[in-house]
Nanobody, 120 residues
Framework: QVQLVESGGGLVQAGGSLSLSCAASGSFFRINTMGWYRQAPGKQRELVATITSGGNTNYADSVKGRFTISRDNAKNTVDLQMSSLKPEDTAVYYC??????????????WGKGTLVTVSS
């Protein structure tokens, strides 16, 4: 099992910056991809950014050039640096991890979410 705990988030004005962090803990063989998704009110959850254990990144078009994802494999943490924030970035942000169990099965894990509110 993998537990994901997010930190960061909060209220920021448009154009401002904010960072999110997520730490994975528990008993697992390893963590492969980690990332962030978000869900705005009335909308479906969507990809923000992901990063593989090898450092390959993938970003939603809407955040390219504004958000940066990074991770520390030794600590099993993933960070999201957000800049030039827009009101449309307002959402609950969820940490994601693809964990590999000791029986070598892949499973998806989610954090409880952290709210990011961008005021205009």
């Amino acid at each position: 099992q993998v537990q994901l705990v997010e930190s960061g988030g909060g209220l920021v004005q448009a154009g401002g910056s904010l960072s999110l962090s997520c730490a994975a803990s528990g008993s697992f063989f390893r963590i492969n991809t980690m990332g962030w998704y978000r869900q705005a009110p009335g909308k479906q959850r969507e990809l923000v950014a992901t990063i593989t254990s090898g450092g390959n990144t993938n970003y939603a078009d809407s955040v390219k050039g504004r958000f940066t994802i990074s991770r520390d494999n030794a600590k099993n943490t993933v960070d999201l640096q957000m800049s030039s924030l827009k009101p449309e970035d307002t959402a609950v942000y969820y940490c994601y991890a693809r964990g590999i169990t000791w029986s070598l099965a892949g499973m998806d894990y989610w954090g409880k979410g952290t709210l990011v509110t961008v005021s205009s």
